[in-house]
């Protein structure tokens, strides 16, 4: 029989609400002053531009409308743990999106703020237990919004990546929810004890199969900062070069998580 899995913890929903939207205030503020110029650079992963990635980020919360179509599932199917792993969760609809949005706001800052306002008015209407037929499965609403978060920070990040000199601030609420979905998705990918994983100051947990500790520190720590924890879980920053450069310290023999990794893409 194959181990329990682990659950997700319970996340706020008002706090997630305003994590998600501080974000994305925190992504539109930074594109404020982009140039043309700047807007047709390259942005990764894949062959997007910083104005496509910006029509995407907007997108991840305007793609709620399209899901909140019809009467939605009759029941739950996923959970949120499954979330980050489920292969092209939502991209075609995200796209399809994010194509609608850019035709009808070409300015970023428009676009964005478009889609804050959609979502607002899309969560002052449904419930938290409203089904969605998401990619991965249908999931209550409530879940849904702790997935933008991670879609705002690593959108955000991307653009910092992008866009040489641009400073994009985190929001602390929406870094939050990011670190903690993606570190319990860790722990239910691999469930056991033997491996205590740091993120300070959101989340720690324990992964792997073997010998649990219970007193004392663990043989197996691994710790490492919000933002680096998110770019290893999304397949932007390797494993390897992660410990070779100090971002992440890992020490045991059940510390090497790059077979896990990375959980999303």
Excluded at 31 to 43: N, W
Excluded at 63 to 88: F, I, K, N, T, Y
Excluded at 136 to 151: I, K
């Amino acid at each position: 029989m194959p181990p329990a899995r682990k659950r997700a913890r319970a996340h706020d929903p008002v706090r997630t609400r305003a994590a998600v939207l501080a974000q994305s205030a925190h992504l539109r503020a930074a594109v404020r002053t982009l140039t043309p110029e700047r807007l047709a650079l390259p942005a990764g992963p894949g062959d997007r531009t910083v104005g496509e990635l910006i029509a995407h980020a907007g997108a991840s919360l305007a793609v709620l409308g399209p899901l909140l179509e019809g009467p939605g599932p009759v029941r739950q199917d996923a959970r949120l743990l499954d979330w980050p792993s489920a292969p092209g969760a939502d991209a075609d609809a995200v796209d399809r999106t994010a194509r609608a949005l850019a035709a009808a706001h070409p300015v970023p800052e428009d676009l964005l703020t478009e889609a804050e306002r959609r979502f607002t008015a899309l969560l002052d209407a449904h419930p938290g237990g409203r089904l969605l037929p998401t990619g991965g499965g249908a999931l209550p609403l409530a879940d849904f919004v702790v997935t933008r978060a991670v879609e705002l920070v690593v959108h955000s990040d991307d653009l910092h990546t992008a866009v040489p000199g641009l400073a994009v601030r985190y929001d602390r609420g929406a870094m939050a929810a990011a670190t903690r979905l993606l570190a319990d998705a860790l722990a239910a990918r691999a469930p056991g004890g033997s491996t205590e994983v740091r993120i300070p100051p959101h989340a720690v947990v324990q992964c792997v199969e073997g010998p649990r500790h219970t007193r004392g520190t663990p043989p197996n720590v691994v710790e490492t900062d919000p933002l680096t924890w998110v770019r290893l879980a999304t397949g932007r920053l390797a494993w390897r070069d992660a410990v070779d450069d100090g971002r992440v310290r890992a020490s045991g023999e059940r510390a090497d998580l790059a077979p896990l990794l990375p959980l999303a893409g």
